[in-house]
């Protein structure tokens, strides 16, 4: 009986190992025609095997809906109808944009031809080429028509390293100035968007132009990320297709299989936030040889900040300890920072960092921040307000070092007094004698 117990405990356990999950559901709503959902199966299979319960639903269909009484029904969205026109009047722009302000990930899969994705990219700055140009690149050489293109995948903490290229047809875009944009695969240097029909003259004069009108280089972005300060994450592709199964299952030009499979794996990792989380737990202050936070603290006192933050394992389901950030700041703020000092994790304690600063020689209300920030991982935000206030009045010290001077004149005058004083009233008083004069 009890073999039997441990055989269906470890059996458990294998099966929890093999499943991924996100860390905020498991949910997934997909908006694509049910004549194309057979051209991605690889895709949703993948999906399916991590443990995700998929729902489709037709770009027209008025249920199941996105949201229902200001609550998101599903955890995660993939809008993967880029040529359909007209949607439902549900999946509308402003849908869209409220299903991330109530922590919904969504990605969003763009195309060459004109639709409400169109004037969604350019809510999150995102600049679209005019309809009708995807990229074209003529090199490598290879017998795919220009449109078709394979791309090398970079080094990102999002993607598995050693990827090999993957295929993309479709829509180029390039980034405005929002800072929470997050790119993860870039269009070729010898690549360009332009009409296919268009000729080398026209793109030489564009050139010759200053490059107004040349869409081309590495500033395009073919799928890129978008993380708000809530927390949830929009995901735009430039085209469905590199998730499709003939470009998953299509050989590169010089020899064995495209990338396409496992760059959607990771990029569904991260889409659905199973990858690159991260959470404070807990965060806590106080004076040296001390435990208990104070209501206060006075100028120039030793304080101890600590933090503890965890990373989201996908495998086993939770958040985890985590010590590998290496440049994490603490700032100690009075409208400007007064102390910016590094956050180090503490050794032989997971997900532990401290530091220990003094506080400034000012008085007022400060604030311990820590705002970290960086491409693609979840933002951190903690801010707790003290008072930081001057000694009391039994607070400073007896003597002052820099005031022996003044202790020193003060004595000498008080002992000059003194001295002086003593021999004024010791010393002899002498009568003086009058003389008569003699007439």
Request: some cysteine; glycine content about 6%; proline content about 8%.
């Amino acid at each position: 009986m009890l073999g039997l117990y441990t055989l269906i405990t470890v059996l458990f356990c294998l099966l929890g190992l093999t499943e991924a999950k996100s860390s905020t559901g498991d949910s997934v709503l997909v908006i694509l025609d049910p004549a194309a959902q057979e051209n991605y199966s690889i895709f949703f299979g993948g999906l399916r095997e991590q443990g995700y319960k998929l729902t489709f639903r037709a770009p027209k269909d008025e249920k199941p809906v996105l949201i229902e009484d200001d609550v998101p029904s599903f955890d995660h969205v993939l809008m993967l109808a880029s040529d359909t026109k007209n949607f439902a009047k549900d999946i509308t722009p402003q849908n869209i944009v409220q299903l991330l302000s109530l922590n919904t990930n969504v990605l969003i899969a763009l195309s060459p031809k004109q639709n409400i994705f169109t004037s969604l990219a350019s809510e999150f700055s995102l600049i679209l080429p005019p309809p009708g140009t995807p990229l074209i690149s003529h090199f490598p050489e290879r017998k795919d028509p220009l449109t078709v293109i394979p791309v090398q995948v970079p080094l990102a903490p999002m993607l598995t390293p050693n990827t090999p290229p993957v295929w993309f047809s479709g829509v180029p875009f390039a980034f405005g100035n929002s800072p929470l944009f997050v790119p993860i695969l870039n269009a070729p240097v010898e690549s360009f968007a332009a009409d296919s029909d268009s000729t080398p003259d026209s793109l030489v004069d564009a050139a010759e132009k200053g490059g107004e009108g040349l869409w081309a280089g590495r500033q395009l972005g073919l799928v890129a990320g978008f993380q708000p300060s809530e927390g949830a994450r929009a995901t735009f592709v430039g085209s469905v297709e590199i998730l499709s199964d003939k470009f998953a299952k299509k050989d590169l030009p010089t020899s064995g299989k495209s990338g396409n499979a496992q760059f959607a794996r990771d990029l569904a990792a991260w889409a659905f936030q199973e990858s690159l989380v991260l959470r404070i737990d807990e965060t806590t202050h106080h004076l040296v040889n001390k435990t208990e936070p104070e209501e206060h603290y006075t100028t120039n006192d030793q304080i101890v900040y600590t933090t503890y933050i965890s990373r989201f394992n996908p495998t086993t389901g939770a958040f985890e300890p985590y010590s590998g950030l290496t440049d994490l700041q603490l700032e100690f703020t009075m409208l400007d920072p007064h102390i910016r000092t590094a956050l180090p994790s503490i050794a032989g304690e997971p997900g532990k960092y401290e530091v220990t600063f003094r506080a400034p020689d000012r008085h007022g209300v400060f604030k311990f921040v820590l705002n970290y920030k960086r491409k693609g991982w979840t933002y951190l935000n903690s801010a707790i307000t003290v008072p930081v206030v001057p000694p009391r009045h039994d607070g400073y010290p007896r003597f002052l070092s820099a005031a022996w001077p003044y202790y020193v004149g003060a004595i000498s005058t008080s002992v000059g007094f003194f001295l002086f004083s003593a021999m004024w009233l010791a010393g002899e008083v002498r009568e003086t004698k009058k003389v008569k004069k003699t007439e």
